[in-house]
């Protein structure tokens, strides 16, 4: 069982176009992470959250964290052909037993921006 | 250095060879981290090392992988005799502290043939 599920798992969208990934869990986290990865690469940081309903924008790309602390999405707002690319959330465990340095990924969601 | 390197960028080992796989970290991280990366799939936790301490070795897959990093500076991944599934990307990141985001490097992509 993945412990964090990313959805959609994979995005075709025409430039323009705005879109909505998630990131789920039925556990709490103490922290989330997003990264890019493009082909080749290792996955670059985008943004950290850390409390509840947190909203975090970067650019044209907007973060949040649940409520609770179990799930984050991430809109992005007229995607750009450089958009393209694996976006990646990541979590440290709220109660990890002495392990919050570990960062647990999730499978990821493909996106690719048609010109 | 400005970023973590790592080499060699692309391997290709003979069922049953050996390998070692070196990451170079940020300069001044304490925190080093190696993940497993399938095809299609998110990185997985292999180890974790604060200086030159390996604190965690929960995610490496059997006895024939090993890490090191006796400096607390570059760290060496070794896979003996190595085998088909061992085929991924191996990425290793770097971090100030433990709690801060990772800088990963580019990867090692293993092909076992």
């Known amino acids: 069982t993945q412990l964090l599920e990313q959805s959609p798992q994979f995005l075709s969208i025409q430039e323009g176009e705005n879109l909505t990934v998630y990131c789920n869990s039925s556990?709490?986290?103490?922290?989330l992470q997003w990264y890019r990865q493009e082909p080749g690469e290792g996955p670059v940081l985008l943004v950290t959250?850390?409390?509840?309903?947190e909203v975090k924008k970067l650019k044209r790309l907007t973060f949040q964290f649940g409520d609770a602390r179990k799930d984050s999405s991430l809109h992005i707002t007229a995607a750009q052909p450089g958009d393209t690319g694996l976006y990646l959330c990541?979590?440290?465990?709220?109660?990890?037993?002495?392990?919050?340095?570990?960062?647990?990924f999730g499978k990821g969601t493909l996106l690719t921006v048609n010109p | 250095g400005a970023g973590v390197s790592q080499s060699p960028r692309y391997k290709v080992a003979k069922r049953g060879q050996d390998v070692a796989l070196r990451c170079d970290p940020i300069?001044?991280?304490?925190?080093l981290f190696w993940y497993q990366q399938a095809l299609g799939q998110g990185p997985e936790f292999l180890t974790y090392?604060?200086?030159?301490?390996?604190?965690?070795k929960s995610g490496l897959p059997s006895d024939r992988f090993f890490a090191e990093r006796p400096e607390g500076s570059v760290s060496t991944l070794k896979i003996q005799r190595t085998q088909q599934e061992d085929s991924a990307v191996y990425l290793c990141?770097?971090?100030?502290?433990?709690?801060?985001?990772?800088?990963f490097g580019s990867g090692t992509r293993l092909t076992v043939v």
């Open positions: 990141a770097s971090s100030l502290d433990s709690n801060y985001g990772y800088t």
């Open positions: 556990s709490v986290f103490s922290s």
């Open positions: 959250v850390v409390t509840g309903g």
């Open positions: 990541a979590g440290r465990l709220a109660y990890s037993g002495g392990s919050n340095y570990k960062l647990t």
């Open positions: 300069s001044g991280h304490v925190s």
């Open positions: 090392f604060q200086n030159e301490a390996q604190l965690d």
